[in-house]
């Protein structure tokens, strides 16, 4: 067994009071070979910027700025994120999803997205059937 010790002893990473961190399954479950390195950018920037349940309101013109991309390259970075089934979006709110097989991937990728839907596909969900 490798015995593995801190480089800077003094600066070993807690999670921090605001809450914020990435999941090593990101890595391990190869979610991260689904995305552009912009969809991977944007991804670590809401994972910084959530909340405790992964909500963010930051606007797409901050988002944007802070990370050096035009609209159209941030809209398709965020397709990306929500085809990976890693985040939802509904206008203005992000929320990054849990990992684990019961987040919302199996939600329909409308309701991902934040269009509305049927109240068929709500019943359908409901009743435990795919949207």
């Given amino acids: 067994m490798i015995c593995k010790y801190p480089i800077c002893p003094d600066r070993i990473r807690t999670i921090p009071e605001q809450?914020?961190?990435v999941d090593h399954r990101l890595v391990r479950d190869r979610h991260?070979?689904?995305l552009s390195h912009e969809a991977a950018a944007f991804y670590l920037f809401l994972v910084t910027v959530t909340d405790c349940q992964g909500l963010s309101y930051?606007?797409?013109a901050s988002v944007g700025r802070r990370l050096g991309m035009d609209e159209p390259s941030l809209?398709?970075?965020r397709e990306g994120l929500l085809r990976a089934g890693l985040?939802?979006?509904r206008k203005p709110l992000y929320?990054?999803?849990a990992?684990?097989?019961a987040s919302c991937r199996n939600e329909a990728p409308a309701r991902m997205s934040g269009q509305p839907s049927s109240l068929k596909e709500i019943f359908r969900h409901l009743a435990?059937?795919?949207p």
């Fill in 99 to 101: 990992l684990d097989p």
């Fill in 58 to 60: 930051y606007s797409d």
């Fill in 32 to 34: 991260i070979e689904l």
């Fill in 128 to 130: 435990g059937g795919t």
């Fill in 19 to 21: 809450f914020s961190w």
């Fill in 75 to 77: 809209a398709k970075a």
């Fill in 87 to 89: 985040v939802a979006f």
């Fill in 95 to 97: 929320q990054v999803l």
